[in-house]
T-cell receptor
Framework: AQTVTQSQPEMSVQEAETVTLSCTYD???????LFWYKQPPSRQMILVIR??????QNATENRFSVNFQKAAKSFSLKISDSQLGDAAMYFC?????????????????FGQGTILTVHP | DGGITQSPKYLFRKEGQNVTLSCEQN?????MYWYRQDPGQGLRLIYY???????QKGDIAEGYSVSREKKESFPLTVTSAQKNPTAFYLC???????????FGDGTRLSIL
């Protein structure tokens, strides 16, 4: 089975500091997509950053960057200069290829989530 | 602005009743999805559709049904066969399969 695992149920950080959220995954596929989603108290799912597995360069979006280690199957999210608005549940997710009824499709698999608290 | 609209925001179901959750998108996306989220948990895939008039079961399809008669719309019906329907339901869409999914604001379903 292809899985995504977030081993940190909760993390906290001081405002303006840096925090890293961990994510590991397991797949036999060679090509796939990895994502970090943010879910604030409003419950809306917001795409933070994405990484294609075939790309060696780590993705960056403003204060958000990833450390993608393909061999180790690790995909951590670093948030720099943390802000109060970063407080949310963060989900690591991946699209692995799956099959249903003979049709191949990309199944978005989520980790369990990490609750991030930002202290002023 | 383009986006995904889910309605209603809150929904209550009586025992033995079927209820339908609406999901509409104006992003011109081919693929649409329904997820269920239980408190403190990640998302689980209920159904997905990659094109009009076609849909496939996800991981937890039992007790649910969908239709995809129009590209813009992908309603989810929670039937009386779903014995534990209380959850937060999220609809999503993507340009096509394997692309990043954009989510609606969700519907919270509770049992009366």
């Amino acid at each position: 089975a292809q899985t995504v695992t977030q081993s940190q149920p909760e993390m906290s950080v001081q405002e303006a500091e840096t925090v890293t959220l961990s994510c590991t995954y397991d797949t036999s596929e060679s090509d796939y997509y990895l994502f970090w989603y943010k879910q604030p108290p409003s419950r809306q799912m917001i795409l933070v950053i994405r990484q294609e597995a075939y790309k060696q360069q780590n993705a960056t979006e403003n204060r958000f960057s990833v450390n993608f280690q393909k061999a180790a199957k690790s995909f951590s999210l670093k948030i720099s200069d943390s802000q109060l608005g970063d407080a949310a549940m963060y989900f690591c997710a991946s699209i692995f290829e799956a099959n249903a009824g003979g049709t191949s499709y990309g199944k978005l698999t989520f980790g369990q989530g990490t609750i991030l608290t930002v202290h002023p | 602005d383009g986006g995904i609209t889910q309605s209603p925001k809150y929904l209550f179901r009586k025992e033995g009743q079927n209820v339908t959750l609406s999901c509409e998108q104006n992003l011109n996306h081919d693929a649409m999805y329904w997820y269920r989220q239980d408190p403190g948990q990640g998302l689980r895939l209920i159904y997905y559709s990659q094109i009009v008039n076609d849909f496939q079961k996800g991981d937890i399809a039992e007790g649910y049904s969908v239709s995809r008669e129009k590209k813009e719309s992908f309603p989810l019906t929670v039937t009386s066969a779903q014995k534990n329907p209380t959850a937060f339901y999220l609809c999503a869409s993507s340009i096509f399969l394997n692309q990043p999914q954009h989510f609606g604001d969700g519907t919270r379903l509770s049992i009366l």
